[in-house]
């Protein structure tokens, strides 16, 4: 059994802020801040809101991949941690495209087979999101990727800062340090690192 691996959240935890959030902001603002108000209502899922912003964008592969990485920044942090010989792998509710497209801009060479996380599929300038685990709110089950390394590591650290973090509190642990000053720890069963921004 290997000894330790880092599942890391993407959105708002390694960028500062969410990526499809951030293109919606320039493309669509009533449509984000309506969906949003929705999501804050419980009227929809992490799914559902995906599934609305990003489908009512109008861009080919090539413009979303130019697109999503407008105005968002890699925290400098996880730069020099994804440099060292840390086992890594990214889970996210965005989607591969958001991902591997700021990971690119940011000058970060990382495997996309390194990457968990919601697929989109181009024709021309229709976009479709695909969701690989369809009976998960958020598209991409974490929970399930949380367990599958408890099979294969000693230890599993989630680092995360948002509501898919939470969701799998029931799995976490306590952890006692990690850049400290910006920490919010939560307990359970495996290690959380709950970033605050």
Not at 34 to 55: A, N, P, Q, S
Not at 111 to 139: A, Q
Request: proline share 3%; charged share 35%.
């Amino acid at each position: 059994m290997k000894k330790r691996i880092f599942l890391v959240d993407f959105d708002r935890t390694i960028t500062d802020r969410d990526t499809t959030d951030a293109i919606l902001e320039r493309y669509n603002p009533e449509l984000l801040a309506d969906t949003r108000r929705m999501f804050h209502r419980g009227e929809v899922d992490i799914k559902r809101y995906l599934k609305i912003l990003v489908e009512s964008l109008s861009l080919t592969e090539k413009e979303f991949e130019e697109e999503i990485s407008v105005g968002v920044e890699i925290d400098s942090f996880f730069k020099s941690f994804f440099e060292k010989e840390n086992e890594v792998r990214i889970v996210s509710a965005g989607t591969y495209h958001n991902v591997m497209s700021n990971l690119k801009k940011a000058g970060i060479e990382f495997p996309r087979e390194h990457v968990y996380s919601n697929t989109l599929k181009f024709d021309g300038k229709t976009i479709k999101v695909e969701f690989p685990d369809t009976d998960s709110f958020e598209g991409i089950c974490k929970r399930r990727v949380v367990e599958k390394y408890k099979r294969e590591y000693e230890e599993v650290v989630f680092i995360g800062d948002g509501v898919p973090p939470r969701r799998i509190g029931y799995l976490l642990k306590k952890v006692s340090s990690w850049k400290s000053t910006t920490l919010q720890i939560t307990s359970s069963t495996l290690p959380m690192i709950a970033l605050k921004r």
